[in-house]
């Protein structure tokens, strides 16, 4: 497993913007593909994006088409969620995820997935 800190949450108004980072433990983040999810209160945590051992290949749901882009930096160990055009049913905690090494598809079940970060709070405002 990968340890893994979320930042980069907190309070905007609709049709703002912000970036999550999250930022890994170790020397195998470049073996992972990498995801995000999110939990709004009184709900099922739900795939958000999803991102290859490369970042070649991403994969979004569709909610957040051409408004939230997946982006990785190996040499940083971090991953990214740049979002825009925020709507205020994005608003929830939203978690990374590390696939198990060598796992190198996007995957958009969170089974798949073996660690996880603590989560980072995003409120968007009407």
């Known amino acids: 497993q990968v340890q893994l800190v979320e930042s980069g949450g907190g309070l905007v108004q609709a049709g703002g913007s912000l970036r999550l980072s999250c930022a890994a433990s170790?020397?195998?983040?470049?073996?992972?593909?990498m995801g995000w999810f999110r939990q709004a209160g009184g709900k099922d945590r739900e795939f958000v994006a999803a991102i290859s051992r490369s970042g070649g290949s991403t994969y979004n749901t569709d909610s957040v088409k051409g408004r939230f882009t997946i982006s990785r930096d190996n040499a940083k160990n971090t991953v990214y969620l740049q979002m825009s055009s925020l709507k205020p049913e994005d608003t929830a905690v939203y978690f990374c995820a590390a696939r198990g090494a060598y796992f190198n598809a996007p995957a958009r079940s969170a089974s798949e997935y073996d660690s996880w970060g603590q989560g980072t709070q995003v409120t968007v405002s009407s």
């Open positions: 170790g020397r195998t983040f470049s073996t992972r593909a």
